[in-house]
Every structure is written in structure tokens, then in C-alpha cells.
């Protein structure tokens, strides 16, 4: 057992394959296309607004329909319940985010080019955390845009939780929150990088074992004169 773990942190410290980095390299042009599009959108559909009213949330930017008219039209609903306005001085996290993509892209780049199977682990750790951050952030602020209401609001409403992913219905509006194209790009960003680590790790765990199989050569023996 000692024996293969030894074998396995050698493994680490190997480059990882000529194929790999290709599909690394391949991985990035996705990455870089997600600011072209929205990475979420939330809709909201009422009687009064059969068209209903929306805004896509970018890595970078907010974005209302009509041309940013209808993120003025959903804060102007939502002063009279209390609700904090929405606006992009509001959603702080996209002042870091384009920074997080391009330093996964950047680590993503290195790893091609000089990369061990060992660096590759660190960019899915790093590639981990920053999806799940990212993704944490999000449903934490759509937790406190719901509870932390104004008691001195026109409107008294049961605190609650906007819609994060799917339908949900408050009061007569009808909210829609699901993820888009840009979401999608760093998904199979994701996806990548996770399925190259897996294959290394399980391709170094398999080699560490059969060479922990592999019985030792006899030991050499010389003529004892009788």
C-alpha cells in the first residue's frame, strides 16, 4: 500500500498528456465567450404585465428588457413591498467576477503549457470553489432581496425567497429565474477541467497499482566457494 501511494505522488508530478492540453487550450474559447452572453435570467409575469418583465444578469453587467426599462419598472414594484433596489452598485460580485473568469483562463493556459497532473488538480480546486462561490453569492442575495424588507414599506408582505431556479408565485406575480448561454460556457468549463483531473487521478491510481503487483526482480546471488 505504501508502495503504490509513493507511486501515485510520482504520478502527480508527471505532465499530463500532449491531448489534454489540446481540450485545455479548447476549454478556454468557451470561458471567454460566456461575457457575450447572460449567464441567468429572472422573469416576472403578472395580469398587468402580460409581456411580462425581466433582466439578464451578465458577469459583468445587469441587463433589463426594453431597453433597461423593466429593471425600472420591477423597482418601482418592489419599493412598495420594501425591497432593496436593484441595480449593478447593488450586485457587487460582478466587480470581481470578470476577474475570477480571466484567472481561470490564464490557469488554464498555464497548465497547458507547462502543466503537471498536480497543477491541473490545483485549477479544478480553484475552478471548484470559484463556481460554488459564485453560485453560493447568488442564492444568498436573492435570500436577503426577500427578507430584508422596509417594515415601513406602503406593502406588508410575509418575508420570502425570489424565485432561484424554476416558477414560484408571490402574490399575483409570477417569478421565473433559470440559467442561460453564458452559464452553459462555464459550465462545459467546468465539466472539462473535472473530467481531465478524474481521468488523471483514476489513470495514476491504475498505475500505481499494477506497478504495487508487479513482483520484485530475485535478488542476485554470487558462488560461496564450498
Keep these: 500500500m505504501k508502495h503504490a501511494l509513493a507511486r501515485f505522488y510520482q504520478f502527480l508530478d508527471r505532465p499530463i498528456t500532449w491531448w489534454s492540453r489540446i481540450v485545455l487550450v479548447v476549454l478556454v474559447v468557451p470561458l471567454l465567450l460566456s461575457f457575450t452572453a447572460p449567464l441567468w435570467k429572472i422573469t416576472l409575469t403578472a395580469p398587468q404585465y402580460p409581456h411580462g418583465l425581466h433582466m439578464d444578469i451578465y458577469a459583468h453587467k445587469l441587463d433589463g428588457g426594453h431597453d433597461g426599462h423593466d429593471i425600472t419598472e420591477i423597482n418601482t414594484l418592489n419599493h412598495y413591498i420594501g425591497m432593496h433596489k436593484i441595480d449593478r452598485a447593488e450586485l457587487n460580485e460582478l466587480d470581481w467576477m470578470p476577474f475570477a473568469v480571466l484567472a481561470l483562463a490564464l490557469l488554464a493556459l498555464r497548465c ?3 502543466g503537471n497532473v498536480r497543477m491541473l488538480i490545483d485549477l479544478a ?9 459564485s453560485m453560493g453569492r447568488f442564492v ?28 414560484k408565485q408571490i402574490a399575483n406575480f409570477a417569478t421565473e429565474s433559470y440559467p442561460q448561454l453564458g452559464s452553459v460556457l462555464i459550465g462545459i468549463f467546468v465539466t472539462g477541467v473535472a473530467g481531465l483531473t478524474l481521468y488523471h487521478l483514476i489513470a495514476g491510481r491504475l498505475a500505481a ?9 530475485p535478488a542476485s546471488t554470487s558462488a560461496v566457494p564450498a
Design 112 to 114: 497547458a503549457a507547462i
Design 125 to 133: 480546486v480553484v475552478t471548484g470553489f470559484i463556481s460554488l462561490y
Design 140 to 167: 444568498y442575495k436573492m435570500y436577503t432581496y426577500g427578507h430584508n424588507l422596509d417594515p415601513h414599506a406602503p406593502l406588508t408582505i410575509k418575508p420570502f425567497t425570489p424565485a432561484i431556479f424554476g416558477r
Design 209 to 217: 497499482a499494477r506497478g504495487d503487483r508487479t513482483p520484485a526482480p
